[in-house]
DNA sequence: AATCGATTCAATCGCCTGATTGAATCATAT
DNA sequence: ATATGATTCAATCAGGCGATTGAATCGATT
């Protein structure tokens, strides 16, 4: 093993991959683009990760899976206490990508883009994806169906995609959002988390049910 | 010019190149893909359409501009009655797509991945997506300007932004949403867009600014 | 029947793709 | 210093990519 003093070959091309991925999505990713910009060759993504979907998935692994940990991790905490609300829920979504995104800079970015940019990848990606996501789908909709029991199974699952909507589409474009109408791109995750959740509380308040009786054609 | 009993090469085209950009994305989505399962040859989209990006430009005029036309008129018609709502506008917004995917079958299938799948693709095209989308987003938020003037800029661009990442969503994911929880996957336009609309209009009667005074780091 | 523009065709160009090979190099333990 | 396993290297593979070419075919006009 190699004692560096600079980031290890697997970190550079982790590093690389996932700023690749995030930018010009799977496809759109070439093995030679990583392997040039992280100045490393290309056998050695063969030899730490194997084929592309591989190290795909290692950046997921990296990158992604901490994310859903922090989320879980808060969900369960807030579960554990008493007075459990649906603000709190909702902020142990928001809170941990929102944060991290925010607090890591120029990177931070990078893993916004890729965590937004994942959830649109066409198959097989997204599977591997999703499958990343299980765990925070089923323990968030356990969560809602914990909240309030008499709303329907689909309801629930509603809600969960709609939270998720939201956050995706923060995530990819934030950047161009903010460029549209103030100069400076900086922002306060603060508020952020507070829109997001202050959005979806309120909209989830609705019964999320058809209130219309008229069957279609 | 040739009398077609069948669909012309164009069109044919067109369609087989909108499923394949809807299941695939741009870059995964290959000219050869596209002309074999549309049994023309490759110099035919050259001729007809250009290049790559042209033929993309060209599914995104065919396929998504009626739809962007749909939700203007729509929207224009319900600003020059007295009484706008805000229910009114998001009806506007949702009701042509939904309805039209919906009405559409099997290929409305492709059509609402392709809607969906278009707004997260990365750049270049995502620049040329969103300029289709520039007028339907301006008037839009005109609207929320009109129904409340009282509230901060920014605050009628997340409105837009969180209503269009709702449908973004159900575009792209509501296949697989409905298979885990129903064995049909059968829907109802009009609950659908009910559901989206009472979500939004409750999620936009909170302030969508920050409660917390606190300042960041 | 001859002509002409519109369309389609097979064939090919140069380049890029993900993946693999076997040899060279490194770090470490003996 | 030498043997060993871990890592990196240049070189190459077969195949797919978008794009272009010039010839062949079509349908309508004269």
Redesign the interface.
């Known amino acids: 093993m190699r004692n560096d003093t600079q980031t290890s070959t697997k970190d550079q091309i982790l590093d690389i991959a996932e700023s690749h991925f995030a ?6 990713t070439s093995l030679r683009g990583i392997i040039k910009e992280a100045n490393v060759n290309v056998a050695s993504v063969a030899y730490h990760f194997g084929s592309k979907d591989d190290l795909f998935a290692a950046v997921m692994k990296r990158f992604a899976a901490p994310v859903v940990e922090a989320q879980l991790t808060r969900l369960r905490s807030e579960i554990s206490k008493p007075d459990l609300t649906l603000e709190k829920v909702l902020r142990a979504f928001y809170e941990p990508p929102i944060q991290l995104v925010h607090s890591m800079g120029a990177k931070g970015e990078k893993l916004s883009l890729f965590l ?2 994942c959830h ?4 097989p990606i997204f599977s591997l994806v ?1 499958a990343h996501f299980a765990s925070c789908r089923d323990e968030f909709i356990e969560a809602f169906r914990t909240l309030d029991s008499s709303q329907s ?2 309801s629930y ?2 809600r969960f ?2 939270m ?3 956050i ?3 995530l ?2 934030h950047k ?2 903010m460029q ?3 100069t400076e791109t900086d922002w ?4 952020v988390v ?2 997001l959740c ?15 009786s ?3 054609k």
Chains 1, 2 share one sequence.
């Open positions: 930018t010009f999505g799977f496809a759109g937004g940019r649109s990848e066409p198959e999703d199974e689909a699952q509603w995609e709609f998720l909507s939201l995706v589409n923060f990819t474009r161009s959002i549209r109408y103030q306060n995750a603060l508020e507070d829109m202050q959005f979806c509380m309120h909209g989830m308040s609705a019964p999320l049910q058809a209130k219309s008229k069957t279609e």
